[in-house]
C-alpha cells in the first residue's frame, strides 16, 4: 500500500521506530533495553500528539527539531544532515557548487549581492556589491530569506538566468542575462612576494583541492626567489583533515608524524604521517593565526610548532580539536558526528571546551587549568594543551573605536563605497589606493545626511548602571559633578570622534572601495599593506638570529610574548 502526505510520513517513522524498538528489545544487554525503552516512548508520544494536538502538526519538522535538540546536548559539531542541506555540505567539502558566484546578504527588507567572485557569472554579467535583487526569472525575491534566494540562483550548471535589479544611485531597473555555472572557490586566494625573498600564501578554508593549491603557489614563489613563506591561516575555520597532513607535508621530511586521531571506536585510532617528499623541508616558516583559525588550521600551525619546523605568530587560537566523521543515514540524509579527538606531535590535544562536562545550567567550561599538561616540542621547547595553539610570538589584537564598529554595523561604509563604484570607472592599484582628504569629507558629509544615525559606547552604558547603583546606595549626591564629568568625556560625539579616529576611518573606507574594484585578491593584498603580524612575521624571517633562537629554545615565550 502506498503511503501518502503527512499521515503516510507519521505511520512510516512510526514503524522505522516501532522495528529499531523490536530489534533493540531482544537484546540482554543493559544498554540496549534503555535504547529500546526510550525508543518505544517516543514513538508513544508522537503517536499521542499526532491524535490528539489541538493543531495539525508538521510530522518532518517536528521530528527535525526533536534531533537537532538532541545533538545539541552533545557538542556543536555533531550535526544532521538534512537532504536538503546535502548541498550546503559539498560545499564546504569541496568549496564547489552550481550558481553564479557572488555572495548575498539580507538588508531589511530586500536581498542584496554582498560581494561577486571575480571570473564567475556574476561578475561576468556586471553585477556589483550593493545591488538589489527584485526577480529571479520572474519570480520575487520580495519577503524571500536568503536562503530562498540562494536556491533560486544554485542549481543545475549552463541553466539561463534573468536578474532583475535596482542599482543605488540609478533610476531605472536593470536586467542582467547569465548562465549558471559550476563554481570552484579558491582555498588560496591570494599569493605573493611581500618582500624581494619573503612569498605570502593566504589559506581561507581546507576542502579537497586546497594541498594543491598550497603546493602550486609555493613552487610558484620559489621561482620568483622566495627564500622563505609565510603561511597565513588567520580566519581559517578549518576543514578536511586530510588537507591539513598533506599542507604541512609540503613542509616536512617523508615519515614525521603529523597529528594521530584517538576516541571511543579503538580500531578507529590512527596515526597520520607524512607519506611524501616535502616540497622544501628547509625553507624558514612563519604561521600566522588568531581566534578563527580551528581545526584543521591547528593541525598545521600546531604540527609546525610542535616538530619546530617554523615559527608561530599571532593570537592564541580557537581550540577545535574534535574530529567529525561523516555517517550516511537513509533517504539521502547524513550524520556528522564527533568520533575522537586529535593529538598532534608533542602529544598534546588542542581541544579548549570539555563538552563532557557541562556546567549545572548547561553552560560549558573551559579545560580547568589544574588540567593543563605541560609538553615539550621536537627541540624540547615547552608547549601546553587544553586551549588552542599558543603562538611562539603573540601579537596584541587591532580593535577599532567604537564609531568605526557602529558604521560598520549601519553599513555605512559598504553603502558610500556602492555609491562611490557606480560614479567612478577606476581606481589606484590595491597596493597604491588612498583615500584623499576631500573624499573623507564626501563621506563625512554622507554619514551626516543619515539622520537615523546613531551610536552607543560601553563605557556610558557601564556609567549608566554605575549612576543607577549610587543612586540606589544614596550615594548618588556626593559624586555627582564626577558623573558628570565623566559622562561629559565619554558620551559619543560624531565630530570629535570622526577627527580622533579619521585614520583609521579612511583605511576601513578604502578597503572597502577596493573591494569594488580588485575583489577579493585586492581586498587582502590591501590589507596587508599595514598588517602588524605580517610586519612581525617579517622582521622574525629576516633575522636569522631570531628565527633560529625562538625555535631552538634559546629565546624563551616570556622575551618575546608581551
Avoid at 191 to 215: C, P, R, W
Avoid at 321 to 340: C, M
Avoid at 444 to 473: C, G, N
Avoid at 509 to 515: F, G, M, P, R
Wanted: net charge neutral.
Amino acid at each position: 500500500m502506498k503511503l501518502q502526505g503527512k499521515r503516510g510520513a507519521i505511520w512510516m517513522l512510526a514503524i522505522l521506530l516501532f522495528c529499531s524498538a523490536a530489534f533493540f528489545g531482544f537484546s540482554r544487554d543493559e544498554r540496549n533495553f534503555e535504547i529500546s525503552k526510550n525508543l518505544n516512548i517516543y514513538y508513544t508520544m508522537f503517536r499521542e500528539l499526532n491524535l490528539f494536538y489541538v493543531d495539525e502538526i508538521d510530522p518532518g519538522d517536528l521530528v527535525k527539531k526533536s534531533m537537532d535538540a538532541m545533538l545539541k546536548t552533545l557538542d556543536p559539531y555533531t550535526t544532521y544532515i538534512s537532504e536538503s542541506e546535502i548541498e550546503d555540505f559539498k560545499l564546504m567539502t569541496t568549496g564547489e557548487y552550481a550558481g553564479i558566484g557572488a555572495l548575498i546578504s539580507k538588508r531589511k527588507d530586500e536581498v542584496i549581492i554582498a560581494e561577486p567572485y571575480e571570473g564567475f557569472p556574476a561578475y561576468k554579467a556586471g553585477l556589483r556589491a550593493g545591488d538589489v535583487m527584485l526577480e529571479i526569472n520572474g519570480t520575487s525575491t520580495k519577503g524571500k530569506s536568503t536562503d530562498d534566494v540562494s536556491n533560486l540562483l544554485k542549481g543545475q550548471p549552463n541553466v539561463p538566468l534573468t536578474i532583475k535589479i535596482k542599482r543605488p544611485g540609478v533610476k531605472k531597473t536593470m536586467e542582467k542575462k547569465l548562465v549558471r555555472e559550476k563554481i570552484q572557490l579558491k582555498s588560496v586566494p591570494y599569493y605573493g612576494m611581500v618582500t624581494d625573498s619573503i612569498g605570502y600564501i593566504h589559506l581561507n578554508q581546507f576542502t579537497n583541492k586546497s594541498a594543491g593549491e598550497v603546493k602550486e603557489a609555493l613552487k610558484a614563489l620559489k621561482e620568483q626567489n622566495a627564500k622563505s613563506i609565510v603561511l597565513d591561516l588567520r580566519g581559517n575555520p578549518g576543514g578536511l583533515l586530510d588537507q591539513a597532513i598533506d599542507i604541512t607535508n609540503l613542509f616536512v621530511d617523508k615519515g614525521e608524524e603529523i597529528v594521530s586521531t584517538k576516541g571511543k571506536v579503538s580500531k578507529w585510532d590512527k596515526s597520520y604521517k607524512a607519506t611524501k617528499s616535502p616540497v622544501d623541508a628547509e625553507i624558514p616558516i612563519a604561521v600566522l593565526v588568531n581566534r578563527g583559525s580551528a581545526s584543521a588550521s591547528e593541525i598545521v600551525s600546531g604540527a609546525i610548532q610542535d616538530l619546530d619546523r617554523g615559527v608561530v605568530l599571532g593570537n592564541r587560537t580557537f581550540g577545535k580539536g574534535l574530529v567529525q566523521t561523516t555517517r550516511n543515514l537513509t533517504y539521502n540524509t547524513k550524520l556528522k558526528v564527533t568520533t575522537a579527538k586529535y593529538y598532534i606531535p608533542s602529544g598534546r590535544c588542542i581541544q579548549a571546551l570539555d563538552y563532557s562536562n557541562r556546567n549545572d545550567d548547561g553552560s560549558v567550561g573551559k579545560i580547568a587549568d589544574s588540567l593543563i599538561t605541560e609538553y615539550q616540542t621536537k627541540n624540547g621547547r615547552l608547549v601546553y594543551d587544553g586551549g588552542g595553539i599558543l603562538p611562539d610570538i603573540k601579537i596584541k589584537p587591532e580593535t577599532y573605536s567604537v564609531l568605526s564598529v557602529n558604521l560598520i554595523r549601519n553599513f555605512m561604509f559598504f553603502d558610500f563605497a556602492t555609491l562611490y563604484a557606480n560614479t567612478n570607472e577606476s581606481i589606484a592599484s590595491a597596493k597604491e589606493f588612498e583615500v584623499s582628504d576631500e573624499l573623507f569629507k564626501e563621506f563625512v558629509a554622507y554619514v551626516k545626511s543619515k539622520e537615523d544615525f546613531t551610536y552607543k559606547s560601553e563605557s556610558t552604558e557601564i556609567i549608566k548602571a554605575l549612576k543607577k547603583s549610587a543612586k540606589e546606595e544614596k550615594n548618588f549626591s556626593i559624586s555627582t559633578d564626577e558623573f558628570a564629568a565623566l559622562e561629559a568625556k565619554l558620551a559619543p560625539n560624531l565630530d570629535r570622534d570622526i577627527e580622533r579616529f579619521k585614520d583609521e576611518l579612511k583605511e576601513l573606507l578604502a578597503h572597502e572601495i577596493v573591494k569594488r574594484y580588485h575583489y577579493q585578491k585586492g581586498g587582502i593584498e590591501f590589507g596587508l599593506r599595514e598588517d602588524k603580524t605580517l610586519l612581525r612575521a617579517i622582521e622574525v624571517l629576516e633575522s636569522n638570529n631570531e628565527y633560529a633562537g625562538i625555535l631552538d629554545g634559546s629565546i624563551g615565550l616570556h622575551a618575546i610574548n608581551k
